[in-house]
């Protein structure tokens, strides 16, 4: 009776060293048993794996697609067999996701120590502020913020953010604090990806459209405008909570700021999470929260 697991580590193998030589001797096995156990397998697919030639062996797009996926089975059984024995640290790959800002200033550094603590996972972050298929893009979890509409994933909340509206004392010295929302209107407002800034007016949710001379992709040049006395700006905690604390910005219309935006991990349905994605989940609800 033929395994699912056959030819799972020789396909590896040779995707690993590009080669069938190298990758039998890694075995222990013969270039001809490494041969046969591969094409059993392309059989079983209906796919090929490499394209072959007499010097050199080249994974195929569908082969690329498939390591991945080959790769987190192998992890999940040796970790299996590690916890089977009560004793394993987590191991092998991790695959985060996050957008640009919040991961620079959060995620990395949790990451960092997530990999210090346990030196056989190896980590990678994707930091961009595209939504990502978690699924077909092969990520073991994602950090967002807001509503969850995918229901194939699972969220647990690791925290929350809040908007702030700001200014340097400087430019309102020059002029004028707004009252309220409509005040906005005549005042430079420093535009990031958003079109529209939130508030709560009398218990409901009110939108603005900010108009100034400045429009730009990035949070931390909005914020830097808003320290270069250049207007008004509405951003998340993390960029500009240090400098409101400090006084170099001032907090305006905070009776009007939105309720904090939950902070989620994300990660599709699986019956059994790995090992390091489980401890790496746990990790982010105590280290987001302790990091705004």
Same mark, same amino acid.
């Given at each position: 009776?033929?395994?699912?697991?056959?030819?799972?580590?020789?396909?590896?193998? @040779?995707?690993? #060293?590009? !080669?069938?030589?190298?990758?039998?001797?890694?075995?222990?096995?013969?270039?001809?048993?490494?041969?046969?156990?591969?094409?059993? =397998?392309?059989?079983?697919?209906?796919?090929?794996?490499?394209? !072959?030639?007499?010097?050199?062996?080249?994974?195929?797009?569908?082969?690329?697609?498939?390591?991945?996926?080959?790769?987190?089975?192998?992890?999940?059984?040796?970790?299996?067999?590690?916890?089977?024995?009560?004793?394993?640290?987590?191991?092998?790959?991790?695959?985060?996701?996050?957008?640009?800002?919040?991961?620079?200033?959060?995620?990395?550094?949790?990451?960092?120590?997530?990999?210090?603590?346990?030196?056989?996972?190896?980590?990678?972050?994707?930091?961009?502020?595209?939504?990502?298929?978690?699924?077909?893009?092969?990520?073991?979890?994602?950090?967002?913020?807001?509503?969850?509409?995918?229901?194939?994933?699972?969220?647990? #909340?690791?925290?929350? !953010?809040?908007?702030?509206?700001?200014?340097?004392?400087?430019?309102?010295?020059?002029?004028?604090?707004?009252?309220?929302?409509?005040? =906005?209107?005549?005042?430079?407002?420093?535009?990031?990806?958003?079109?529209?800034?939130?508030?709560?007016?009398?218990?409901?949710? @009110?939108?603005? #459209?900010?108009?100034?001379?400045?429009?730009?992709?990035?949070?931390?040049?909005?914020?830097?405008?808003?320290?270069?006395?250049?207007?008004?700006?509405?951003?998340?905690?993390?960029? @500009?909570?240090?400098?409101?604390?400090?006084?170099?910005?001032?907090?305006?219309?905070?009776?009007?700021?939105?309720?904090?935006?939950?902070?989620?991990? @994300?990660?599709?349905?699986?019956?059994?999470?790995?090992?390091?994605?489980? =401890?790496?989940?746990?990790?982010?609800?105590?280290?987001?929260?302790?990091?705004?």
């Amino acid at each position: 009776m033929t395994s699912e697991w056959d030819g799972i580590e020789e396909f590896l193998a @040779v995707y690993d #060293r590009g !080669r069938f030589a190298p990758a039998a001797k890694s075995l222990r096995k013969s270039p001809s048993h490494v041969s046969r156990a591969i094409s059993r =397998l392309e059989a079983r697919l209906g796919e090929r794996l490499f394209q !072959r030639n007499t010097r050199i062996v080249t994974p195929t797009e569908f082969a690329h697609a498939f390591a991945d996926r080959c790769r987190h089975m192998v992890e999940d059984r040796i970790e299996a067999f590690a916890l089977s024995d009560g004793q394993g640290p987590p191991r092998g790959a991790l695959n985060v996701t996050c957008s640009i800002a919040f991961g620079e200033r959060v995620i990395a550094p949790l990451i960092r120590h997530f990999v210090k603590q346990y030196p056989q996972v190896i980590a990678t972050l994707d930091l961009n502020n595209r939504v990502v298929d978690l699924v077909s893009e092969n990520y073991d979890v994602a950090i967002r913020t807001g509503h969850l509409s995918d229901s194939r994933l699972i969220g647990r #909340r690791i925290g929350s !953010r809040k908007l702030y509206l700001c200014a340097t004392p400087d430019y309102l010295e020059k002029h004028g604090v707004p009252s309220d929302i409509n005040d =906005l209107k005549y005042h430079a407002c420093i535009q990031g990806t958003a079109d529209v800034w939130h508030f709560i007016v009398d218990d409901k949710l @009110v939108d603005f #459209r900010p108009k100034g001379p400045l429009r730009v992709n990035s949070g931390t040049a909005v914020a830097d405008a808003a320290l270069a006395s250049f207007g008004i700006c509405q951003l998340p905690d993390f960029y @500009v909570e240090p400098y409101i604390n400090s006084g170099s910005l001032v907090s305006l219309l905070e009776t009007s700021s939105v309720p904090e935006e939950p902070i989620w991990v @994300v990660y599709a349905h699986r019956q059994h999470l790995r090992l390091s994605t489980r =401890l790496f989940i746990e990790m982010l609800q105590g280290g987001v929260a302790r990091n705004p």
